[in-house]
């Protein structure tokens, strides 16, 4: 398994919380998101073999938001 913080731009309520961890826990390979709203960091463990950096990042843009 592998670990990435991603720091997320445009994030500022509950809603955008779920929406980016939603769009993350559905890809396949993706073990665990914490979403953290204050820092705008997304922690994602997942497994490389299954998903790359990016497709987490696409994940995220798809849903509206700037990667970093």
């Given amino acids: 398994m592998k670990s990435l913080t991603l ?11 779920m929406s980016v961890n939603g769009a993350l826990t559905d890809l396949d390979g993706v073990s665990n998101v914490e979403v953290n709203l204050e ?23 798809d849903q509206g938001y700037d990667v970093a």
Wanted: charged share 30%; aromatic share 2%; with cysteine.
């Fill in 7 to 17: 720091d997320v731009k445009g994030m500022t309520c509950g809603h955008c919380k």
């Fill in 39 to 61: 820092t705008g960091k997304v922690e994602v463990t997942y497994n490389g073999n299954k998903v790359d950096t990016g497709k987490l990042k696409e994940a995220v843009e």
